[in-house]
């Protein structure tokens, strides 16, 4: 599975952080950076929570 | 699981929209009816206090799925513009007025309703914001240039202080208490709250209240307790919300202050759940009862009490760290935990020197809150040690690491 992220819509609020920190992160600026776009298996729970978490719903799993 | 089976959610917000896709996440095959007091399709409130009131070219209603990918890809029978006026944990019945919708299976996501102020109600000019058709109503008066009155200084009355200032408008906010957000985010942070509404030039008025809200035909000025008035063309009340419980008065249901919920967000009589701002839940993480008002615990309680709902047998408990943020003259605000704690310290930041501020939240000797003002960076770093009950040296150790090793002043 892999991670797309609408720049359009992120604000950066950090809850994808707050859920799996492994694979977001927000930097200094603000800004979510994803540090890596392919999800492994042990990550998956933690990433669709992450997914369903963005309140501005920012974030889409491609399979 | 028997596919005969019927969900029905109450209560068509962001807390019952995630129930619905929830349970369909989760494999449920049987029929769900999504019952909404509003006409709308269930739409997104946070805006509506921030992008919404900004100034340009007024916003559609963020609304989260279309009619059509309710009906056909969740397969969900729409009952919107219908409050339901009780609930037969017997019969097992949502009564809407006359009409009755039998359920299996149901959860309460009924939200609150803002509180008004007593005496004035239906006053033009004079507004809660809950609704789009509240936000639209203060959007229109903000784009006319209407001096404002906002009465309590929470966060939804901070951000339209920030709308009317974005627009230059004469914005004076009347706080009861002699520092704003004390319960949200404790004294200090309160304060620091407060700095940024004067920085930006609304008149903060604290330990004052409202005496009378006057005028003839539309409200012109807001007397106060201390003898002043304050002319004005809108008024907002931002005095809090009351979960929407009235309609299960005599359902069996224990409420109090929110329907009361086990730590699986189940309610009591079988087969009925709780989600978002009416639930007050045993919350596990923090050992105690909570109902929230965030956007991220709705969310998550929608989909866990669906899913609890359908299949109760392996029904799962909500723990969470709670989450909010909130827009305020450009800055962003982020909390995470609770506020109730034996010390407050300041970890790292200057609104003054770097418009940025971080502070930490202890209770015994655990890490329990975070307070960020322009902190995006290291407040769910936060939130994760909360989590897993990181130590409070833990906690210092870390925002030790993170401040800059030279901050030179600007």
């Known amino acids: 599975m892999k991670i797309v992220l609408d720049h359009t819509r992120c604000t950066g609020l950090g809850v994808c952080e707050s859920l799996a920190p492994d694979v977001f992160e927000v930097n200094d600026a603000g800004e979510l950076i994803v540090k890596q776009d392919k999800v492994s298996d042990g990550q998956k729970d933690d990433v669709e929570a992450a997914v369903a978490g963005c309140p501005t719903e920012a974030l889409r799993l491609e399979s | ?410």
């Open chain 2, 1 to 410: 699981m028997p596919s005969s089976r019927h969900l029905v959610v109450v209560g068509a917000s962001l807390a019952g929209l995630r129930a619905v896709e929830g349970a369909r996440k989760t494999g449920f095959t049987g029929a769900i009816t999504l019952v909404g007091a509003e006409p709308h399709l269930p739409y997104d409130r946070p805006p509506l206090s921030k992008g919404y009131l900004e100034p340009g070219m007024p916003p559609d209603t963020p609304v989260f799925r279309t009619e059509q990918t309710l009906r056909d890809e969740l397969g969900v029978a729409l009952v919107l513009g219908a409050e339901a006026t009780a609930l037969d944990t017997i019969r097992r019945v949502v009564e809407i007025g006359d009409r009755g919708i039998e359920y299996d299976a149901a959860v309460i996501a009924t939200g609150a309703v803002a509180r008004t102020l007593r005496g004035n109600a239906g006053l033009p000019g004079v507004h809660t914001l809950r609704t789009i058709e509240d936000a639209i109503a203060i959007r229109a008066a903000l784009d006319s240039g209407a001096r404002t009155v906002v009465i309590g200084a929470g966060f939804i009355g901070s951000e339209i202080a920030s709308g009317a200032r974005k627009r230059g408008l004469p914005v004076t906010v009347i706080e009861a208490q002699p520092t704003p957000l004390v319960r949200a985010v404790g004294e200090e942070m309160g304060a620091m709250c407060a700095s940024l509404h004067q920085r930006n030039g609304t008149d903060l008025r604290c330990g004052v209240s409202v005496a009378r809200v006057e005028g003839e035909h539309h409200v012109e000025r807001v007397a106060l307790s201390d003898g002043t008035s304050v002319d004005a063309d809108l008024v907002v009340a931002g005095v809090g919300a009351v979960p929407a419980t009235d309609w299960l008065h005599d359902s069996g249901l224990r409420l109090s202050d929110g329907v009361v919920c086990d730590e699986t967000l189940f309610a009591g009589a079988p087969g009925v759940y709780a989600a978002g701002d009416v639930a007050r839940w045993h919350n596990p993480l923090f050992e105690r009862p909570m109902r929230l008002e965030h956007w991220t615990s709705a969310a998550e309680q929608g989909a866990l009490a669906a899913r609890n709902a359908v299949e109760p047998a392996t029904a799962k408990p909500y723990a969470t760290v709670p989450y909010f943020w909130s827009d305020l003259y450009g800055n962003r605000i982020q909390f995470v935990g609770i506020a109730d704690a034996d010390e407050v310290r300041m970890v790292d930041g200057d609104l003054d020197r770097d418009a940025r501020c971080v502070a930490l939240y202890r209770a015994g000797g655990r890490l329990v809150g975070a307070f960020a003002i322009n902190g995006q960076s290291v407040i769910m770093k936060y939130r994760s040690m909360i989590t897993t009950g990181a130590t409070w040296s833990d906690a210092l150790d870390f925002a030790g690491r993170r401040r800059p090793a030279v901050s030179p002043p600007r």
